[in-house]
């Protein structure tokens, strides 16, 4: 499944299932897991029990209370959320990953009893090799037999520019597109990188009293990466 595609369904708040995100964009990555939680949740006074977050440090793996997260049945509603954050799939050992599947592959089997389940597994960037589109890695391959695959890559320069228009905007600022794409050659393409230069160049321009960020704004305040 593409991004787009994922964020269609979101859109229409059509998102039960079972998903692997993976990928080096970690803020559109992010962004859509907040999203789909908001869609199972949107009641805030039930997303302590309807939507349960586990994350797990380097090397760290807990089948049993990923079972039991969505084992747990929701309260007051016939839908949940399971999000499960792991640094690093590549650094576990192979029992470990082949247990992690069949850990979701039960869950994705056994049905919901009437529950409408949510579940995603997500990786941060660079920990996680998927392969080649021909030659998936083994556990991508197996995790696409019963999970929803989706590669947050990072954007490409015309929509981070496009989105970087649209963020400094929120700070009441205009910026060409010739000096977003200076800050985009020195920062590269993840956009929390970009978000924090973007901030600290905006709050730079604020207080010159000037409405548009030039290319002396970001020489003063964003370095090469």
Same mark, same amino acid.
């Given at each position: #499944?593409t @991004?787009?595609?994922?964020?269609?369904?979101i859109k229409?708040? !059509?998102?039960?299932?079972f998903?692997f995100?993976?990928?080096?964009?970690?803020?559109?990555?992010?962004?859509a897991?907040q999203q #789909?939680?908001?869609a199972?949740? =949107?009641?805030?006074? &039930?997303a302590a029990f309807?939507s349960i977050?586990l994350?797990f440090?380097d090397g760290?793996?807990d089948? $049993?209370?990923?079972?039991?997260?969505?084992?747990a =049945? =929701?309260l #007051?509603s016939?839908a949940k959320?399971v999000?499960v954050? *792991?640094?690093a799939i590549?650094?576990?050992?192979e029992?470990e990953r082949?247990?992690?599947?069949?850990c979701?592959?039960? !869950?994705? @089997?056994s049905? $919901?009893d $009437?529950?409408? *389940?949510?579940?995603?597994?997500?990786?941060?960037g660079g920990g996680?090799d =998927?392969? /080649?589109a021909?030659?998936?890695?083994? &556990?991508?391959?197996n995790a696409?037999? &019963?999970m929803?695959c989706?590669?947050?890559?990072? /954007?490409t320069?015309?929509k981070?520019i496009?989105?970087?228009?649209?963020?400094f905007? /929120?700070y009441? *600022?205009a910026? !060409?597109?010739?000096t977003?794409g #200076?800050?985009?050659?020195?920062?590269?393409r993840s956009?929390y990188? *970009?978000?924090g230069?973007i901030?600290k160049t905006?709050a730079?321009?604020? /207080?010159?009293g000037?409405?548009e960020v030039?290319?002396d704004?970001v020489d003063a305040?964003?370095?090469?990466?």
């Amino acid at each position: #499944m593409t @991004e787009l595609e994922l964020n269609t369904r979101i859109k229409a708040g !059509a998102v039960e299932g079972f998903y692997f995100f993976y990928g080096e964009e970690d803020y559109t990555k992010n962004h859509a897991v907040q999203q #789909m939680k908001n869609a199972v949740c =949107p009641d805030e006074t &039930f997303a302590a029990f309807n939507s349960i977050s586990l994350s797990f440090g380097d090397g760290e793996l807990d089948t $049993g209370a990923i079972a039991d997260a969505v084992m747990a =049945p =929701p309260l #007051m509603s016939s839908a949940k959320i399971v999000d499960v954050s *792991l640094p690093a799939i590549d650094g576990l050992k192979e029992k470990e990953r082949s247990a992690l599947l069949e850990c979701i592959r039960n !869950a994705a @089997e056994s049905g $919901g009893d $009437g529950i409408s *389940l949510t579940f995603i597994l997500r990786v941060t960037g660079g920990g996680f090799d =998927p392969g /080649q589109a021909k030659r998936p890695s083994s &556990f991508l391959a197996n995790a696409g037999k &019963f999970m929803i695959c989706v590669d947050f890559a990072y /954007q490409t320069e015309a929509k981070l520019i496009r989105w970087m228009e649209r963020h400094f905007a /929120q700070y009441g *600022l205009a910026v !060409a597109p010739q000096t977003a794409g #200076m800050i985009l050659s020195r920062c590269g393409r993840s956009m929390y990188r *970009l978000s924090g230069e973007i901030a600290k160049t905006a709050a730079y321009t604020a /207080q010159s009293g000037r409405r548009e960020v030039t290319p002396d704004d970001v020489d003063a305040c964003v370095t090469r990466t």
